[in-house]
């Protein structure tokens, strides 16, 4: 079974400061990779994803994200935040084949001016 | 192009009622997805659909839950009766059926379900 670890909750950053939010996963099989944003009182979008190829995604609104198979991470970044990126954030996989999404707890992102 | 639909927005109910929540998936995605979303945790999903067929409904519970798209459109998901742990945001999301190597989900923007 695939399971989603993310260890940060809650991450406050000022803004213009780079961020990083931390995934993990656990798979005995290949897998998709997804981060999506959840603003208040909203539905979830999907900022990017990885499916194969090069292990560096980049997604909407500047954020990247890179695939480390070795160590099963899939870490969110972007070099600097504004206030509007305040939200939670939620990694995600799915096995090959299939549409089935697993979601990690979600790491809120708070933005202090 | 309109995105995915869900009424109502918000719903406060005693312990022991009966709710419905409603979704209008985006127009020719043939697979619908409702999932709960618990305070604090992920989305988890419930039941998915395609076209008006059940594909997987292996984590609703469905002594108390039951969800229907009669003509493969538009869906209900339907809590009888509903307990304290039922309080949650309730998401539905639809994808087109295309061939290729995933298809992405669309959500709507939630129903949140309080149980009093």
């Known amino acids: 079974a695939q399971s989603v670890t993310q260890l940060d909750s809650q991450v406050p950053v000022f803004e213009e400061a780079p961020v990083e939010l931390r995934c993990n996963y656990s798979s005995s099989v290949s897998v998709y990779l997804f981060w999506y944003v959840q603003y208040p009182n909203q539905g979830l979008q999907l900022l990017l994803k990885y499916l194969s190829g090069s292990t560096l995604v980049k997604g909407i609104n500047g954020f990247e994200a890179e695939f480390n198979k070795s160590q099963t991470s899939f870490h969110l970044r972007k070099p600097s935040v504004h206030i509007s990126d305040t939200a939670e954030y939620f990694c995600?996989?799915?096995?090959?084949?299939?549409?089935?999404?697993?979601f990690g707890t979600g790491t809120r992102l708070q933005v202090f001016p | 192009e309109a995105g995915v639909a869900q009424s109502p927005r918000y719903k406060i109910i005693e312990k022991r009622q009966s709710v419905a929540f409603w979704c209008n998936p985006i127009s020719g995605h043939a697979t619908l997805y409702w999932y709960q979303q618990i305070l604090g945790q992920g989305p988890k999903l419930l039941i998915q659909?395609?076209?008006?067929?059940?594909?997987?409904d292996s984590q609703l519970p469905k002594d108390r839950f039951s969800a229907e798209r009669l003509k493969g459109v538009d869906s209900t998901l339907k809590i009888q009766p509903a307990k304290l742990e039922d309080s949650a945001v309730y998401l539905c999301a639809s994808s087109p059926l295309v061939w290729a190597d995933y298809n992405e989900q669309f959500f709507g923007p939630g129903t949140r379900l309080t149980v009093l």
């Open positions: 995600a996989v799915t096995m090959l084949n299939t549409d089935k999404l697993i």
């Open positions: 659909f395609q076209n008006n067929g059940v594909v997987d």
